[in-house]
Structure formats: C-alpha cells, structure tokens
C-alpha cells in the first residue's frame, strides 16, 4: 500500500514538473481545452437559465374558460357540468371572481391600479387542464366551450409556451451534440499531446519496460498529466463563460427591466463547476490513457 | 532444479529467418556460463528469449521455474525484475545523471527514496563510478559507460545477470576489469550468462560455454 502511494505521488510530481517545464505548450493546451469546453457550457447555461424562467409557468396545455360578469351561481354550476364532461378534459379548476381580485391585490405591482376600482370588473373562470398536447384538440374544445351559455371568452393559453418549450428541448439537444462532439475534441487534444510526449520519451519507456517496469507505471505519469490537463482546461472554460456571462448580463439588464424582470443569466453554481472541472479531468486522463495504450501496444 | 532450462527451443522471425533451431541446454543456479559464436550465430536472440523480450515459436523456455511460454504479458515485469540485464546497445538514458539512471530500477519497483538512494550509490561503489555518480553520462569513457550498465543491472539484487557482449568495444585489459566485476558477483551466488564472440576470453576465464553456430548448439 506504501509502496503503491510512493508510486503515485512519484508520477505526480513528475506529471506537475513535466507541465511547469514547459509553460508556452501547456497554456496553449489548456486555451485549446477551455474553449471547447466553454462552447457547450456557456449554451447550457444560457439554455438553463431560459427554462427557469419559462417552468415559473407550467407547461401543461390549458384553456380558461372566462363567463360573462352576469353569470349567476347556476349558470356556473351549469357550465361545470358540461365542462368536466366534455371529452379530453383532464382538470377542472373553479376560479371565482372575488379569489381572482384578491390574487391580483396580493401582486405588490398591481395594488395600486386595484385600488383605484370601484367594484370587480373580472370575471368567474374555469382553468381547465387538457389530456393531451396535441393542438387539435385544445382547437376543438375552444370551439365547443365558446358554444356553452353565459361563456363570454375562452383562451388557450399555453400555446406559446409549447413553443417555448419545443424551442428550448430543441436547444438543449443541439448543445448536447455539441459539446458530445467537443468531448471527443478534448478526448483527441490529449490524446495527441501525449503521443508527442511519448515519442520523445520513447527511449525512457522502452529501458524502463525491459528493465521489468509495469504498463501501469509507464501509464501513470502520462494519465496523470492528461487528467490534470483536462482540469486545467475546465478551469479556463469556467472562467471564460463567468467572464462572457457577465458581459451579456450587463447588456440583458436593460432589457429584461424593459419587461420589468430582474432577469439575468446566471453562471454554473458550485457543483456545476466541480462537474465541469472533474468531467474535463476525466476526459484527459481518458485521452492519455488511450494514447500510452496505444503506444505500448504498438511497442510489444 | 536448473535456473534456466531451454527445451527444443526454436525462434523465427517474421520473413522467416531462423534464429534458434531447437536449442536444449540447462543452467544451475550460481553457475557462471559463456554463450559464443559468430555474430548471428543467434545469442542476443537466445537472451532475448530469457528476458521474454521476445517468444519462442517452439519449446519451452523455463526461468526460474517459470514456464516463459505460458506467461502473461502482465507477468513479464514482475520476471524482468529478478534479471540484470546488460544491452549490447547499453541503453543508457542521456537525459539525467549517472546516479539518477541507476535509480530508475529503484524507482520502478518502488523502493523508498532514501533506501534507493542507499542502494544505488552501493552500486556505483561497486562499479567504482561513485565519484562520477552527478555526471552525465555522455562525458563517461566506454568502458565507465559499461560499468554504469553493469551498476544498473545489479542494483536490483537480480538472481540472474545476462550480459550481451559486454566486453566488445573494450580494450584488453580494460575487458579484465569488467570480466572480473562478473566474477565478484558470481561468487556472492549470482547466476552470470555472457554472450561473446570472443574465444580468448573464454579460454582465460575458463568456464563451462555454450557454442551457437547458425542457430544451433555445437
């Protein structure tokens, strides 16, 4: 066990001397590792911060059924019945016109303008959640509710958040590909850093192996300078989209207050962060491995 | 039980060329023996096969008392561990010290640092290069260069030392001086094997060899 820890700190200090001895070669790896990384990264976190704010609202398909101010408590009752019975209704949720003029008095932004009213102009509604997606469907129990006496209005209100969401889960898929194929990119710049390093080193590898040195030893120092490689990269992706983040935000500020939201994108969170840095260490140490792999393969 | 037993060994290279063309012969443990013939005759490929640098096509090879053609790729380390092996090409690592060369046995089998420091410097003691141990190894003489070989070969403690020509660009008398270094471990219970081409010095150190001529035992 000792002996096996000796051996690891060993390469350690060999795989950090080997990056400081060369400081130009290693800052250029890492850039070329940072930048692919924070291509995928800076999209999922623009991609992340969208669909927080879109799940505020749910995504559910829904109708709201609005009646006409004049509706009495039988026509309500009246309009429910048909309403739960019609075919591809999934919920139906009563909202009174009292409970809605008390939900828009608890908004701090419209206390005022509800003051100023002398009595409620807002309607009873019904909310009405629908079995299925499907367009055609919210189309024709429009049509069938807009037919229901005492109902004055009926609106479809998640359309645009479909769209919304068709947009967002489109991509998500896209950066999921991207930074799949940029794996695979950091996956190559290891591996080939190494091969270079191995060639110099071929003499090295090859006195070591005859004089009884194991594919684990000859391995070691390679992976671990790949790993620390990779880390080195995700640091700089990270880096590179706190930065970009940061600058977009000052340029979002204006327009989100525009829409009177405090909206801004926020960077990857600490977790986030480790995942990045372990996931590039993970990929270099995978791209050192394969290339000393392959090397002493080629050697035997 | 023999330390190294050939069984109806052959080897081809690829392209055919018959190296070794079923050898049989036996070492004991502690014996100090010479391998000879001409060049090509098929020694370096004969301790090539004993270090399992390379494999037999036929026969086996037992080393040890380990069966070499059973052995598993991840085996061949833990083998090449118990041998001292001594390239015509020596091999030297030109990139770090005398010392540090000498080390990297050490370093490979994960000896602790100060222990291995304490070894490697006995070794280069034995060799007589303990004053040289910071130099490079460019600046060494050939025969100081043979000597490092040798330093680096037993550092291990190794139950068999194989030595590939070890004298042949050395002058006479200089030749004595490494003939003499394979004695001393000899006789502290090493099992030596030397590939020459050199009959003087066999008939001067006078001890059991091995005669290859194309491939096959005379």
Request: glycine content about 8%.
């Amino acid at each position: 066990m000792r002996t096996w820890l000796r051996l690891h700190w060993l390469s350690l200090v060999q795989s950090l001397a080997r990056l400081g001895r060369a400081p130009g070669a290693t800052l250029l790896n890492v850039l070329v590792i940072g930048i692919a990384l924070a291509l995928p990264l800076g999209g999922y976190c623009v991609i992340v911060n969208l669909q927080s704010l879109a799940g505020n609202v749910s995504i559910e398909p829904e109708l709201s059924v609005f009646l006409v101010t004049s509706a009495t408590r039988a026509d309500i009752a009246g309009v429910e019945v048909k309403v739960r019975a019609a075919e591809g209704v999934k919920s139906v949720r009563f909202v009174s016109r009292d409970s809605a003029l008390a939900a828009l008095k608890r908004d701090p932004a419209m206390t005022e303008m509800v003051a100023t009213l002398r009595d409620n102009p807002l309607p009873d509604a019904f909310v009405i959640g629908l079995a299925s997606h499907d367009p055609r469907l919210a189309e024709r129990l429009q049509g069938e509710f807009r037919a229901l006496p005492k109902v004055a209005h009926v609106q479809a209100d998640s359309a645009w958040l479909q769209r919304l969401g068709a947009l967002l889960g489109f991509g998500r898929t896209a950066v999921a590909l991207l930074a799949c194929f940029l794996c695979f990119a950091l996956v190559a710049v290891t591996f080939n850093t190494i091969r270079l390093q191995i060639l110099t080193r071929a003499e090295e590898i090859e006195v070591s192996r005859l004089i009884g040195a194991t594919d684990a030893y000859i391995r070691r120092p390679f992976v671990y300078f790949g790993a620390m490689l990779g880390a080195l990269g995700g640091v700089a992706s990270l880096a590179m989209v706190f930065s970009a983040l940061r600058v977009l935000n000052r340029d979002l500020e204006p327009l989100a207050s525009l829409y009177g939201s405090a909206f801004s994108l926020e960077p990857p969170g600490l977790t986030g962060s480790v995942a990045v840095t372990g996931l590039s260490a993970a990929l270099g140490w995978l791209g050192a491995f394969l290339s000393v792999s392959a090397h002493l393969r080629r050697a035997r | 039980m023999s330390i190294i037993s050939f069984r109806q060994v052959s080897k081809r290279y690829p392209g055919g060329f018959e190296a070794l063309k079923q050898i049989s012969f036996d070492v004991e443990p502690g014996e100090m023996i010479f391998l000879t013939g001409h060049s090509g005759a098929g020694k370096t490929t004969l301790l090539k096969l004993i270090a399992a640098v390379e494999r037999a096509n036929g026969g086996t090879v037992l080393v040890n008392g380990q069966n070499l053609s059973v052995l598993r790729p991840r085996a061949v380390p833990f083998l090449r561990r118990n041998l001292g092996l001594i390239f015509q090409d020596q091999k030297l690592l030109y990139d770090r010290s005398v010392f540090d060369n000498v080390m990297l046995p050490l370093l490979i089998t994960g000896q602790p640092h100060r222990e291995a420091a304490r070894r490697a410097r006995a070794a280069l003691d034995k060799v007589g290069l303990l004053p040289r141990e910071k130099a490079d190894p460019v600046t060494l003489s050939g025969g100081e260069q043979q000597r490092l070989c040798i330093a680096r070969a037993v550092v291990n403690r190794p139950a068999i030392l194989l030595a590939d020509e070890p004298t042949a660009s050395l002058d006479a008398e200089y030749a004595d001086i490494i003939m003499a270094m394979f004695r001393d471990f000899n006789q502290v219970g090493v099992t030596v094997l030397i590939a020459t081409h050199d009959r003087g010095l066999i008939e001067k150190w006078g001890r059991r060899s091995l005669a290859l001529a194309h491939g096959r035992l005379a």
